[in-house]
């Protein structure tokens, strides 16, 4: 954990692995810092943070041994190929902000654009293809982004599953309040499982999964590794970390 991240799903995963009694130790890397210049502890090990944390700790000959991210996976392009139509973007045009000008949309249409990795530059947005031009003119001309169909989603989950099972999962968009473990449907954990089975390289990935008119679709996969935690129950995964074959 680093020693500056505050928040919700930090404060929810470091009592879940106190719960289990594992160690906790805080390692520390400014936001936005691309070095960890602390030793990576001996034996088996989970960090958990920010993105900036991560993705330095993935990049460390040492450290990366507890994080479990592979950027060649957690893009869009990814996921179109692994997921096909099961992947709630199929079919979205996919090019550099310099020729988003030849995304097939007419000016006024509304399109749904987000970045094509999980660099999180900017959120997922709706608006008219129009302004997207405009958006993508001002950005790095070589960023990747996606203009697809806007699609309404009504529900959407985040399961974290372990060796292609899940263990905690909660909803978090359309809903009323934050879900525990027991009121996830049953067929959106089994949908997660199949879609996490699809990439046996991940011991560990959390499958966002959203509900379009009935059908269920992988809205993404998220990094355990920096996942937010929403509502109660992360102590499950916790647990499943603690097998010794696992790690």
Not at 62 to 76: D, I, K, M
Not at 161 to 174: K, L
Not at 186 to 207: G, I, N, S, T, Y
Request: hydrophobic fraction near 40%.
């Amino acid at each position: 954990i680093s020693k500056h991240a505050k928040g919700f799903s930090i404060d929810e995963m470091v009592d879940a692995f106190q719960q289990v009694g594992a160690f906790i130790d805080e390692v520390d890397v400014p936001p936005f810092s691309t070095e960890i210049k602390e030793s990576a502890p001996m034996g088996d090990f989970f960090v958990y943070g920010w993105n900036s944390l991560i993705e330095s700790a993935a990049a460390h000959p040492q450290w990366s041994r507890g994080v479990h991210y592979e950027p060649s996976l957690f893009n869009a392009k990814s996921y179109e190929g692994i997921f096909g139509k099961k992947y709630v973007n199929y079919g979205a045009w996919m090019g550099s902000c310099e020729l988003a000008e030849e995304a097939p949309f007419t000016t006024d249409e509304v399109v749904f654009v987000r970045v094509v990795d999980e660099s999180k530059q900017f959120s997922g947005v709706t608006m008219p293809y129009d302004q997207v031009v405009l958006q993508a003119a001002r950005m790095d001309a070589g960023t990747q982004i996606l203009i697809g169909r806007r699609k309404t989603i009504v529900s959407e989950w985040r399961v974290w599953c372990v060796d292609g099972v899940a263990t905690y999962r909660s909803g978090y968009r359309g809903l009323a309040s934050k879900q525990v473990m027991s009121d996830v449907p049953r067929k959106v954990v089994d949908f997660a499982e199949r879609q996490a089975r699809l990439v046996p390289q991940m011991k560990m990935v959390c499958v966002d999964v959203g509900d379009i008119s009935g059908d269920l679709y992988v809205v993404e996969l998220t990094c355990c590794n920096w996942a937010g935690v929403y509502g109660d129950g992360i102590v499950a995964f916790a647990k499943a970390l603690l097998q010794p074959t696992l790690l």
